[in-house]
Structure formats: structure tokens, C-alpha cells
């Protein structure tokens, strides 16, 4: 700091080098020795912050900002980990036991013996000390088995609603799409918190999803699901007979479960979710028809039988693909013609009228349905024809619709010959017709070939003899099949695809015989086709008895006249 002479008050400052002597400094600045020893000196030391800081920014800032950055991302896992528990902790929801929404047997039809296996349950929960009083041990857990869509899920939850327990509800994916070692924990979290509420019940849906065989597949996220797997067997073999919790579980695939969780004191006992018969189909119609307005002279038996193989669901979707159907047409109430019209829509997918063919493409087409329905029509336990249509349907260009007359549970060798022999009729048809083969067909020989593939390797029906050979369905996707030997030797294979070979062109002889026969009903049915688009079931079967159904009603309604 310096003081000028001719201002006393005007202090001029100066921030001194840290290496160089104030006296140094201003003879540099030239400053002769003289003046400078008259000066007064007094060094001011700088502030103690301003100089570390001035000493220490450079140095530290860099690793202030790491330090900050690395917080940054460490509290960001952290965010995620949290979540993961905190999604783990809520994911199982406790359902609604409300009485209004509350879902009870009553909305399960059919399955009357799964029902009588899960009142059981519920009467466990309901009176503990009865079954404990006598010693007898409550069972851990329940598996539900079931085809996609057999109500394995409303069951659950109709369960829930008998017993009147909290009941919590997770599904399997849900355990596996965290992050490894999160799966468990939330196992572990899920039980604790079910415990908590005892009794209780837990519902893990879709359990294949995490259930499967441990250490089949091809790695990846695969050992996470193990955790999992392993962290429930754990838990299971955790409760204690008065925990009164009970697991409930649904799989459509208990073939890929692993077979520790089928094990006494895990999912020891098993309900089986069947298709639904007509009396059921009929009963799951009316519970789904109530929900909607209806026409009073529906006849839901009639729909019933003429949707075997329809799920549960199936028979839902039908019910509101009718509802849907009739508003568009402005009804107020659902009428037996549009549940007809749904049944296709849900086997087939929407009609697609829009769609243009070429003159000579609705030829073709015409030609090829017409092939299937009269192979169909005279070979012997063919299911009858109920209708050919060569308007679009979902991935069809045309279908001819066969349903069985009953329920089928077993089938016969019979019938599959002449399923393949009427599979084989588009085919046949065209080549008969045009002597040329068109792409049309490419969907009728996958579904031929994979029939007559199963009569060698699964229904033993060949000259291969009595035995299955692999397995009866294929998981490629899982990389179980790729990692496993096949069961049979090169030569079986060959001979495998030999005899597969030889029953589909067995079965295309046959049809061509058919039709080279009855190359006349092909005409007729086929210039019927292109005329109408569609032939119902009556129509093709007067046409095929000779009759003329036109003909026919015009001749009835003459006669009155008479
Ligand atoms: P899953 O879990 O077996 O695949 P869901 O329980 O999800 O099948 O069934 C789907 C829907 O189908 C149900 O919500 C219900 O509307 C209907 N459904 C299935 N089975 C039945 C049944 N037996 N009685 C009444 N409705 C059923
Ligand atoms: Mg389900
Ligand atoms: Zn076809």
C-alpha cells in the first residue's frame, strides 16, 4: 500500500507477489534505495481465507467436483434401488374385499371339483383351530393349472373373496424384471409383509415365470430368477404351521415348473382349471350375458354348442364382441344373431370386406375352400361343415369352418386321416383346377404337417409303432431344447421324417381321389361360392345331397300359391 505524497488521503494498493520483497518490488519499479529506506514498511500479512484459498482452489476444486459428481450418481442408483424395494413392497397389492366387488364362486362357473378342492382352503383359513386341534397340517400351497384363459386368475381371486382374508396379488414376471438380488429381497418382503397380515392368502399369478427349471436356458438374466425361485422355496419351507398364510399359484405350463416346488410342504396340492364342456359353456354365457341387455328368446344353450374348445375367456370376449356388434347397429339389446356372427369372430378375427380380390383370385379362392369342404364331406369322422366363406378373416384369405357336433376328449386315428386329408383339399383343389399352386395353401400344409408329426412322435399311431419320441412340446425359446439331447438316434430321425412325409402324401392322394370324383360338387360348390361368398351349413349340405336350397324355396314358396 502506498501513500502518495501530494494526496495524503489516496492510498494507492498494490497486491505484493508472494516470492518477491516489497523493497525489491518497487526498485524494480524504480524506486531509488534512498527514498525507499524513508519509507515506513509494514507487511500485512494477507487474510488467512483469502490466501488458502487462493493457494488451495486450483487444488481441491477438481476433486470438490468429483467428490459432488460421484454423490450425484451414487444417490441416483440409490433412487433406484429404493424403488426397487419400495415397487417390491407394493407390488402385491391387496385386492379389493369390499362386498360390492367382492368376486365370489358364484361368478365361477363349472369347475365344480377345482371349487370343492379350494373351499378347503378357505375353511382352513376360516377355522385354523379345527384342523390344528386334530393335528392335521394345513397345506402351504395350492397350484392352479390350466389352459390360457379357464378363469385360473377369477378363481383366485373368488377364493380371496370366500374366505374373507386379505389377499395379495403379484405376478410372476413381476419378481423377475428387477435387477439381480432385488428379486429375492422382495420375496423375502412379500412374505413378511403377508405374514404380517395373517392369514392371509398370497397369489402369485403366471408363476411359470419365475417357477421354471432352475438352470435350464442360456444365462442372461437367468440366475436372478433362480434367487427368486429359490428365495420362495425358502420362504415357504419358513412357515410355520400356525403362520396361517396359504400360496396360492396359476401356471399354464406345470410341465416347465420346477419340480422342488411341486414338492411335499410347497405347492403340494393341485387343482386342475379344465376347458369348459357345454353344460359349463352355457353356464360362463349366462354369467357374462347378465351383464349385458339382452334379447329374451337368446338362446345361450345353442351358443354353447357350437363353441367347443372355447375358453372361459373366449366365451367372454363372445359375449361382448355381441354387445359391441349390436351397438353398431343402434339395438338396444343383443339378438342370437349376433352371438352367431361373434363365435366366427373370435375363431377367426374380423371379416375384412373391404378387401379386394381379382376376379381371378376369388376364382381361386372359391375353388380352394370348396376342396376342403367337400374332402371334409366325404371322409368318414370329419366334424361337418358349418360354413365356407371365401370373405378375408383375420390372417384367412377364405375358411371353410368345421366344429365337432359333441365335446371331443379323445380322437381317432380316423379322424385324424381325414383331417389331413381334408387339410390337403385346398391344396388338391387348385392343382386340379388351375394345375398350378398358389401360396394360398402354405398355411393348410404347416398345420398338416405339424398333425401328421405329432400322429408319429406323440399318438404312436404309425408304422414306427407305440412309442413317443422328445418331448411333447417344444420350448425352444427357453434354450431348454436347444441345450438337451435329442432322445432318439440320427437313423430314428430320418425315419421320423420319412413317415411323416409318407402320411401327407398319402392324405393329398386321398384328396385328389376325393375330387377327381366329385369334380362336379366342386363346380357346384365353388360357382355357388363366387356367387354368394358365403354358404351356411343346411345350404351346403342340401347342395351336397342333391337338392338346390334356391330351387328348393322357391318351390315352397310357390306351392301355397297353388
Ligand atoms: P386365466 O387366468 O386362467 O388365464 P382368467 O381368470 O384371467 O383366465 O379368465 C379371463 C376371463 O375369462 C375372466 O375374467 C372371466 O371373465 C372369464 N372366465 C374364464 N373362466 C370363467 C368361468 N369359469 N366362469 C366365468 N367366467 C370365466
Ligand atoms: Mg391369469
Ligand atoms: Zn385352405
Known amino acids: 500500500m502506498v501513500t502518495l505524497k501530494n494526496n495524503k488521503s489516496q492510498k494507492l494498493v498494490a497486491q505484493k507477489e508472494n516470492d518477491a520483497s516489497v523493497t525489491e518490488t518497487l526498485s524494480n519499479l524504480g524506486v531509488s534505495e534512498e527514498s525507499l529506506r524513508k519509507i515506513e514498511l509494514t507487511v500485512k500479512k494477507p487474510s488467512g481465507f483469502s490466501f488458502w484459498s487462493a493457494a488451495l482452489v486450483p487444488v481441491v476444486l477438481p476433486f470438490v467436483l468429483l467428490g459432488f459428481f460421484l454423490w450425484f450418481m451414487m444417490r441416483g442408483a440409490q433412487n433406484v434401488g429404493n424403488r426397487a424395494i419400495s415397487f417390491g413392497q407394493s407390488s402385491a397389492t391387496a385386492v379389493d374385499q369390499s362386498k360390492k366387488k367382492r368376486t365370489t364362486f358364484a361368478q365361477v362357473a363349472g369347475n365344480e371339483e377345482a371349487k370343492q378342492e379350494l373351499l378347503e382352503i378357505v375353511e382352513f383359513l376360516k377355522h385354523p383351530k379345527k384342523f390344528q386341534d386334530i393335528g392335521a397340517k394345513i397345506p402351504k400351497g395350492v397350484l392352479l393349472i390350466g389352459a390360457p384363459g379357464t378363469g385360473k386368475t377369477l378363481m383366485a381371486r373368488a377364493v380371496a373373496g370366500e374366505a374373507g382374508v386379505p389377499f395379495f396379488s403379484i405376478s410372476g414376471s413381476e419378481f423377475v424384471e428387477m435387477f439381480v438380488g432385488v428379486g429375492a429381497s422382495r420375496v423375502r418382503d412379500l412374505f413378511q409383509k403377508v405374514k404380517r397380515a395373517a392369514p392371509a392368502i398370497l397369489f402369485i399369478d403366471e408363476m411359470d415365470a419365475v417357477g421354471r427349471h432352475r438352470g435350464a436356458g442360456l444365462g442372461g438374466g437367468h440366475d436372478e430368477r433362480e434367487q427368486t425361485l429359490n428365495q420362495i422355496l425358502v420362504e415357504m419351507d419358513g412357515f410355520e404351521q400356525n403362520d396361517n398364510v396359504i400360496v396360492l399359484a396359476a401356471t399354464n405350463r406345470p410341465d416347465v415348473l420346477d419340480p422342488a416346488l ?212 417344444h420350448e425352444v425359446f427357453l434354450g431348454r431344447d436347444i441345450s438337451e439331447h435329442r432322445e432318439y438316434s440320427e437313423k430314428t430321425a430320418a425315419l421320423i421324417d420319412e413317415e411323416v412325409t409318407g402320411i401327407l402324401k398319402n392324405a393329398q392322394k386321398r384328396a385328389d381321389e376325393i375330387i377327381k370324383e366329385h369334380s362336379d360338387k366342386l363346380e357346384l360348390i365353388s360357382k355357388r361360392l363366387i356367387e354368394k361368398e358365403t354358404i351356411g351349413q343346411q345350404e351346403f349340405a342340401d347342395l351336397m345331397g342333391g337338392i338346390d336350397p334356391d330351387v328348393a324355396k322357391e318351390e315352397a314358396e310357390i306351392k301355397p300359391a297353388v
Not at 354348442?305 to 372355447?310: A, D, H, Q, V
Not at 359391441?324 to 352371438?339: C, D, G, M, S, T
Not at 386315428?413 to 399352386?437: D, I, Q, R, V
Open 262 to 473: 411341486l414338492r411335499p410342504g410347497r405347492f403340494d396340492r393341485q387343482v386342475t382349471m379344465d376347458l369348459p364342456d357345454i353344460k359349463e359353456r352355457e353356464a360362463i354365457l349366462v354369467i357374462h350375458a347378465a351383464k349385458v341387455q339382452m334379447e329374451k328368446d337368446v338362446d345361450l344353450r345353442n351358443i354353447g354348442e357350437r363353441t367347443p374348445g372355447f375358453s372361459g375367456a373366449d366365451l367372454a370376449n363372445l359375449i361382448n364382441e355381441a354387445a359391441i356388434f349390436a351397438a353398431r347397429e343402434n339395438k338396444k339389446k343383443v339378438a342370437q344373431r349376433h352371438l352367431e356372427e361373434s363365435i366366427e369372430k373370435v375363431i377367426l378375427g374380423p371379416e375384412k370386406r373391404s378387401k379386394v380380390y381379382s376376379k381371378k383370385e376369388k376364382e381361386l379362392t372359391a375353388y380352394h375352400e370348396a376342396g376342403h369342404a367337400i374332402v371334409a364331406y366325404y371322409t368318414p369322422d370329419s366334424d361337418p361343415v358349418r360354413k365356407i366363406s371365401i370373405i378375408a378373416r383375420g390372417m384367412a384369405g377364405g375358411y371353410t369352418l368345421k366344429l365337432p357336433e359333441t365335446d371331443k376328449r379323445l380322437h381317432t386315428k380316423t379322424g385324424f386321416l381325414s383331417e389331413l386329408a381334408t387339410l390337403m383339399g385346398g391344396y388338391t383343389a387348385e392343382l386340379f383346377k388351375y394345375n398350378e399352386l398358389t401360396t394360398g395353401a402354405s398355411n393348410d400344409l404347416m398345420k398338416a404337417t405339424k398333425l401328421a408329426r405329432r400322429i408319429v412322435t406323440q399318438f404312436g399311431m404309425s408304422s414306427l409303432g407305440p412309442v413317443t419320441y422328445g418331448q411333447a412340446e
